[in-house]
């Protein structure tokens, strides 16, 4: 089985987000901190299509599940 490893910068294109290294800090500068006990995919920012993408793949712990973790953490205080 082949694993890939994923950037941030890949997470948010696949979430339909600016994905250059501004734009990212920009984005979890101006919604963190998340509340611990909202679930990622339920943060309020989220349309249902981008919630979905992040619950199905932490659910399938697909290849995206870490950066998603690594995202989790970083809009958490």
Known sequence: ME????RFSELF????????????RAFI???RPLAG????HEAPFWTPAQAALLREQI???ADWA???????????D
């Open 29 to 31: 500068g101006s919604h």
């Open 3 to 6: 694993t890939s490893f994923h």
């Open 66 to 76: 870490p950066v998603i973790d690594q995202l989790n953490v970083a809009l958490r």
């Open 37 to 40: 006990g909202v679930p990622l």
């Open 59 to 61: 659910v399938q712990d």
């Open 13 to 24: 294109q696949q979430l339909g987000l600016p994905a250059d290294e501004p734009s990212i």
